[in-house]
């Protein structure tokens, strides 16, 4: 079992860049795929990138398509978040989760990966805000 904590989030301005890290705790972060997510103020949380256990396959949201980039590094059981040009829109609570069922690599392309629905052992939560 993981326990998941995200860390990064501040307050920037239109533009501007951030580093979100998840760390975990626990026993195989190596078999977990993880993802990235947000909930902003009165909407329904939403996925923005996951990766799978090794990190060769990455998936992303349209909307930080370009912006955004996920990693992992396994021997630090540390997962990555590098958002650039970060916009109003991309103010959230950012969450990282672990999908529980061991997948092929290859599973992590598709769009179904791209849902909050299954992932389990979410941290707390990192606040980004974007101001104009």
């Known amino acids: 079992q993981l326990q998941l904590v995200e860390s990064g989030g501040s307050s920037v301005q239109f533009g501007g860049s951030l580093l979100l890290s998840c760390a975990a705790s626990g026993v195989n972060f190596d078999y977990y795929g993880i993802g990235w997510f947000r909930q902003a103020p009165g909407k329904e949380r939403e996925a923005v990138s996951v990766i799978s256990n090794h990190g060769g396959i990455t998936n992303y949201a349209d909307s930080v398509k ?40 290859l599973n992590y392309s598709s769009g179904w990966v791209l849902s909050p629905t ?3 052992e979410w941290g707390r939560g990192t606040q980004v805000t974007v101001s104009e």
């Not at 991309?90 to 092929?104: G, Q």
């Open 66 to 105: 370009g912006r955004f980039l996920i990693s992992r590094d396994n021997d630090r059981k540390t997962v990555y978040l590098q958002m650039n040009s970060l916009r109003p829109g991309d103010t959230a609570v950012y969450y990282c989760a672990a999908d529980p069922l061991f997948r092929p690599e």
């Open 118 to 120: 299954g992932y389990e």
